[in-house]
């Protein structure tokens, strides 16, 4: 079906950036179609939370912790969502994951609105 491969993350110092991939990757056969998509992240014991989405018509959400700092964008030429980040600081230190194909009318930072998810890649910021 639909494989979320994530990569880009690593390890930066305070103010620092970081770009991560998400390729999405589609089984032969399956009938491709756009998907709202979205980052996630968890840092240890915390709950995994939303950090920016963009839906099928390119319009995009970001949660208030990383507006102006991350933004998300997607090249459709070839299937890879993005997560731009810059001015990272310690507490954006987490593992982050990509999403894709959230329900209809389901608000974006839904953990369990989404029906495909990657693996994860690691950011850690050091002060």
């Known amino acids: 079906q639909v494989q979320l491969v994530e990569s880009g993350g690593g390890s930066v110092q305070a103010g620092g950036s970081l770009r991560l991939s998400c390729a999405v990757r589609?089984?032969?056969?399956?009938?491709?179609?756009?998907?709202?998509m979205a980052w996630f992240r968890q840092a240890p014991e915390n709950e995994r939370e939303g950090v920016a989405a963009i839906d099928e018509d390119g319009n995009t959400n970001y949660a208030d912790s990383i507006k102006g700092r991350f933004t998300i964008s997607q090249d459709n030429s070839n299937n890879t969502l993005y997560l731009q980040m810059n001015s990272l600081k310690p507490e954006d230190t987490a593992m982050y994951y990509c999403a894709a194909d959230l329900g209809p009318g389901t608000l974006w930072t839904v953990v369990i609105g989404y029906n495909y998810w990657g693996q994860g890649t690691k950011v850690t910021v050091s002060s």
């Open positions: 589609i089984t032969p056969g399956y009938t491709y179609r756009r998907f709202a």
